[in-house]
């Protein structure tokens, strides 16, 4: 799962290293439209809703967090 989302990120924002920290958020790589736009891909690729309980600093530093996030919300 890991690597269809950092795949999916990589394809989707270009300019934006995924692999370069684990704290993606903590750094400020991601800011709140990056973050938005996270969401609707994700969303759209693997056919999934991200309650807003889940948009939390831990799912988002890094790619494992997302992967994970997506694969609870998978088999909800």
Known sequence: MEEKVLALLTSE???I???ASDALV???IL???TITGIIAALSMEFNIT???E???EENFNSVAGLARMVQKL???
């Open 54 to 56: 889940e948009i939390i």
């Open 31 to 33: 800011d709140s439209l």
């Open 74 to 76: 998978s088999n909800v």
């Open 13 to 15: 924002f270009p300019d």
């Open 50 to 52: 991200i309650p807003y």
């Open 17 to 19: 290293d995924f692999t």
């Open 26 to 28: 903590d750094d400020g």
